[in-house]
């Protein structure tokens, strides 16, 4: 089951009760200027309210921004073993920090990446920096149960929800760009239909609104008991 909503992930939150969601897993803007990209330009503050809904939050930063956030209970490590060496101007490194809020069930701190599948994996995906597939089944594997709900509030191309669904959790999704929306929804509804998860409790279909084009709101399956408001991608 998936609910998916083109609009700001941070007020999406806001409308969510406490405690309501088993894990927010994401990947949010760093504040690095990624490829010029204007949503990167700045760290959103997201975190309280990601604390707040969600019993463990765990998501991907870069080294130099880490201590923009509280102190986590935990930090782990997503290496990319033969990625391209960055240097310290970027900000960028061949490892990432991943900080952890709430009490999870992590067996080791590191997940490896073989940067060359990677690349492979994220081919046609139109989206400046689609994260490794792996990589997110093992955070959500770590955080969540068969069953629970996993939020992303900035899901970019969709790989989080890719990974849900694959480990049989309900997705819940928010992006504020209709073009990534768009992707991200063409990549969730194609993972949805692999037949390992097209069952009877998974497989209903709901339209529920939309602004861009007739689709920005696709639900399959129940939306947490939340009120969800139509926001605009501009910012
Ligand atoms: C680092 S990317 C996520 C990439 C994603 N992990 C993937 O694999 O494609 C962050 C995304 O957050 C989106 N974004 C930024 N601010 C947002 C907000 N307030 N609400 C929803 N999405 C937002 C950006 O448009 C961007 O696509």
Partial sequence: MFTLHNGDGIQFMRSLQSQ??????TDPPYGLDFQ?????????EWIAEARRVAKIVAFTTAPTTQWDYPRPEWVNNWYRAGSTSRTSAGGFNHWS???VYGKVKF?????????????MQNKGIEHPSP??????????DNTSSEGETILDPFMGSGTTGVAALHLKRVFIGCELKAEYFAVAEKRIKSAALSPALFTPSNNRVQRTGGESGQQ????????LPAKVTRQSTRR
């Fill in 20 to 25: 309501s969601i088993g894990a927010i897993i």
């Fill in 36 to 44: 010029g990209e204007s949503w990167d330009s700045f760290i959103p």
């Fill in 97 to 99: 920090p991943v900080l």
């Fill in 131 to 140: 994260k490794d597939l792996g990589l997110y089944r093992w955070l959500i």
């Fill in 107 to 119: 067996m080791v701190d590191t997940y490896v990446t073989a940067a060359a599948l990677t690349g």
């Fill in 216 to 223: 920005n709101l696709f639900s399959a399956g129940e939306v």
